[in-house]
């Protein structure tokens, strides 16, 4: 991988990001203050500008707020609630609305990167990475069939049964963890084994949902690919 992969996202979109992911994942809680930009400033190697750049984009997502003379909190907000969904496990998301999520691992293995996949990790087409197909389950009915394509420095996860939340594996066995990224939508028609695993016709309409992650420090971490049906219960899931 090229080192010109961190370059991804704009300092400010870097530093706001290791703050939303420290507020995800309870390192600062509702209410509490924030460090001070000069805190900020002295961590980070970055501009007194480029700092408040990053406060008002927290600002704007509802999970800080500002008091005169005082500095940066945490909000205790409903969106402070929502955006921490956005990074935040399937498990995570299903289990906090009170439905009954369950994982299996399909398959896990090495493969190919390709296309649009081997340009956003800055990799030659060609190139090798880990690749974890599972299926989710909600409240035992299947739900969607999910692709997880993640650099080969991971490739010990090939071996391990990742039937809970691949965020929370991610963050103890790596120290890595979601920031920032982007979400693509689509319909898609079942091939046969897909029909045969998620339990419906061949050729039925499903929504794929591609997620383009970036850990804290700005560095790919994963493309996952969801087909998903279309006829399950409601759930609420952000978009970042």
Known sequence: MKASSKKKLAQYERLAGMLRDRIAAGVYAREDKLPSEMEL????????????????????????????????????????????????????????????????????????????????????????LVKLVRLRYLDDAPLCLETTYLPPSFGSLIDRDINGSLYATL????????????????????????????????GQALILITDYVYDTDGRPLHVSKRIQRTDRAKYTEPIG
Request: aromatic letters at 8%; charged letters at 25%; glycine letters at 10%.
């Open 41 to 128: 400033m002295d961590e980070s190697g970055l501009s007194r500008s480029t700092v408040r750049h990053a406060l008002k984009v927290l600002i704007d997502e509802g999970l800080v707020r500002t008091e005169r003379g005082r500095g940066a909190f945490v909000a205790d907000t409903p969106a402070l609630h929502e955006n921490n969904l956005v990074f935040s496990s399937y498990t995570e998301q299903v289990e906090g609305q009170g439905m009954k999520p369950t994982t299996r691992t399909v398959d896990s293995g090495f493969t190919k990167a390709g296309g649009s996949i081997a340009k956003f990790f800055d990799a030659a087409v060609g190139s090798k």
């Open 171 to 202: 963050r103890q066995k790596f120290h890595r963890a979601p920031a920032q990224g982007h979400k693509t939508f689509e319909v898609c028609y079942a091939s046969q084994n897909e029909a045969f695993l998620l339990n419906v016709e061949r």
